[in-house]
Nanobody, 116 residues
Framework: QVQLVESGGGLVQPGGSLRLSCAAS????????MGWYRQVPGYQREFVAR???????NYADSVKGRFTISRDNAKNPVYLQMNNLKPEDTAVYYC??????????WGKGTLVTVSS
């Protein structure tokens, strides 16, 4: 089992920055790709960014050039640096981890609110 805990969310003005963290615990040796998704109430959860076990990254078009995903060591923790935030970035942000045995794990989310 793997547990994921997100932190770093909060209220920020448009144009501001936040850094989200995702800390994994438990059987983390099998974790491969980790990523961030976000969800607005009433809408589907959408992909934001991912980073593979070898450090390759992918981003949604809506956040390219503004968000950066990274990790301190091989798997834990994973960060999402969010710059030039816009009101449309307001959502609950979830951390996701894929395991080598086919399991998928989700955190409980952290709320990001971008508002003046």
């Amino acid at each position: 089992q793997v547990q994921l805990v997100e932190s770093g969310g909060g209220l920020v003005q448009p144009g501001g920055s936040l850094r989200l963290s995702c800390a994994a615990s438990g059987s983390i040796s099998r974790l491969s790709t980790m990523g961030w998704y976000r969800q607005v109430p009433g809408y589907q959860r959408e992909f934001v960014a991912r980073i593979t076990s070898v450090g390759s990254t992918n981003y949604a078009d809506s956040v390219k050039g503004r968000f950066t995903i990274s990790r301190d060591n091989a798997k834990n923790p994973v960060y999402l640096q969010m710059n030039n935030l816009k009101p449309e970035d307001t959502a609950v942000y979830y951390c996701k981890a894929d395991s080598g045995d086919g399991m998928v794990y989700w955190g409980k989310g952290t709320l990001v609110t971008v508002s003046s």
